[in-house]
């Protein structure tokens, strides 16, 4: 089972004559996510060690957040919506050309941003923020053919990261605009993933257990759904209104209490047995954490929840996004949806990096530099695995014979 809950075989891309990496969204996308997620990392590990210093229009910390962004969490929005679409639509997938010119996009802001010889500010702008208003222009016809306004949402999310990421390059030109940018970026792609969670984690744990034998009831709240999301929004606009304030710690507040009611409904210890499974609600699970640090970090000042945004990005983000990504390349490639060992040990590695970047503001000062070398070697690690185990099934045909 893929992770589109809509049988895809039927809106699949024709049979790609040529390389099988550009012949759906998912592949190529996922792949450079993977590689992304250990190049950046490692390189801000040496940037952090001194090896060399960041030449481009921020200093050296703005651009590993920028890039784990833009970079790890724009290739994986980009691989998402590209393969969950075509699903959505009943359209065909994005294959060949069309794919190419998006991954093309997405490496040209990756070079332009390089450490060594970044462009200039004004051009790396262009090209960097040129990214995900493509993305939107290419899945904008299926989307209003489709006439399914569900969907329609992800235009505007997509919109709001190109803004976000505006405001980030224009405080490279003195604007002073940076942290307008990296909240409201950081806040909507939150919302993807509750989005995007709340359509998966309950449909792929309610079959995956019946078909098990153990069936789970999850009973669905569209009210809870609803109130989870309108939380969001409201933290999204009052972190733009009035940044590291009450109004925004408040609505954390509320948001992480109705995330948490959400994933209980949604029985994930029943799913320990099946870590592909699990892993989904352990990275769900960092999104109340994440906003329960907010709120104790914007009310209270409580040094401890200092590291509420890499509970955000590293938890959430980090983790749903590895989850999804193995479990996507290998539904959509017509292969057993079961995580092998070294999948699993890349689930553990992250959990671990995640652990070890939240506490280290409640750690001895002793142990910080420590921490962080745990976080980061986790992370690399992790990423690592996934691109080791799946850069061969994301680069050949399916196992089924299908096309796409």
């Known amino acids: 089972m893929s992770f589109i809950p809509v049988a895809e075989a039927r809106r699949a891309a024709p ?5 099988a990496l550009f012949a759906y969204g998912f592949r190529p996308f996922f792949l450079l996510c ?21 030449a481009g229009p921020w200093d050296g910390a703005r651009w590993h957040m920028h890039e784990m962004l833009f970079g790890f969490a724009g290739a994986a929005i980009g691989g998402f919506l590209l393969t969950a679409v075509p699903s959505w639509t009943g359209g065909r997938g994005y294959a060949g050309r069309p ?11 990756r070079l332009a941003l390089n450490p060594w010889a970044p462009l200039p500010p004004v051009p790396a702008a262009i090209v960097d923020v040129a990214f995900f208003p493509a993305l939107a222009l290419t899945l904008l016809p299926s989307l209003l053919r489709s006439a399914n306004r569900r969907n329609y949402p992800f235009l505007g999310l997509l919109a709001l990261l190109a803004v976000g ?4 390059h224009l405080d490279a030109a003195g604007w002073g605009t940076w942290d307008a940018g990296i909240l409201l970026v950081v806040d909507t792609v939150l919302l993807m993933v509750v989005m995007v969670g709340g359509r998966i984690v309950p449909s792929f744990t309610s079959s995956a257990m019946k078909r098990a034998g153990t069936p789970v009831e999850i009973t669905p709240r569209p009210w809870l759904e609803r109130a989870a999301l309108t939380s969001l929004l409201a933290m999204l606009v009052t972190d733009q209104m009035a940044p ?6 408040a609505a954390a507040g509320i948001a992480a209490a109705l995330a948490a009611a959400r994933l209980a409904g949604w029985k994930g210890w029943r799913t320990l047995s099946q870590p592909i499974l699990a892993v989904l609600h352990l990275g769900y699970a960092w999104v109340p954490v994440g906003l329960s640090l907010k709120a104790l ?3 209270g000042g409580f040094h401890f929840a200092a590291a509420w945004l890499h509970a955000v990005t590293l938890g959430a983000f980090g ?15 017509g292969r057993e949806v079961v995580a092998a060992p070294a999948t699993e040990a890349a689930y553990l590695l992250l ?26 070697l986790g992370w690399v690690g992790a990423f690592a695995l996934f691109t080791w185990i799946y850069a061969p099934i994301l680069a050949q045909a399916r196992a089924d014979g299908r096309p796409g």
Request: glycine share 16%; charged share 5%; hydrophobic share 65%.
């Open 297 to 299: 970090w914007l009310l």
């Open 165 to 168: 990421n505006l405001l980030c």
């Open 351 to 376: 959990a671990v990096a995640v652990l070890a970047r939240v506490a280290v503001p409640a750690l001895p000062n002793g142990l910080y530099g420590p921490a962080l070398v745990v976080a980061g």
């Open 15 to 19: 049979a790609y004559q040529g390389l």
């Open 319 to 333: 983790t749903m996004i590895l989850a999804v990504m193995s479990r996507a390349a290998l539904g959509h490639t």
């Open 244 to 249: 590291g304030g009450i109004a925004p710690g």
């Open 99 to 109: 794919l190419v010119g998006l991954v093309g996009l997405w490496l040209a802001g």
């Open 34 to 54: 993977g590689v992304q997620a250990v190049l950046a990392l490692a390189l801000w590990l040496a940037v952090l060690g001194g090896a060399f210093d960041y």
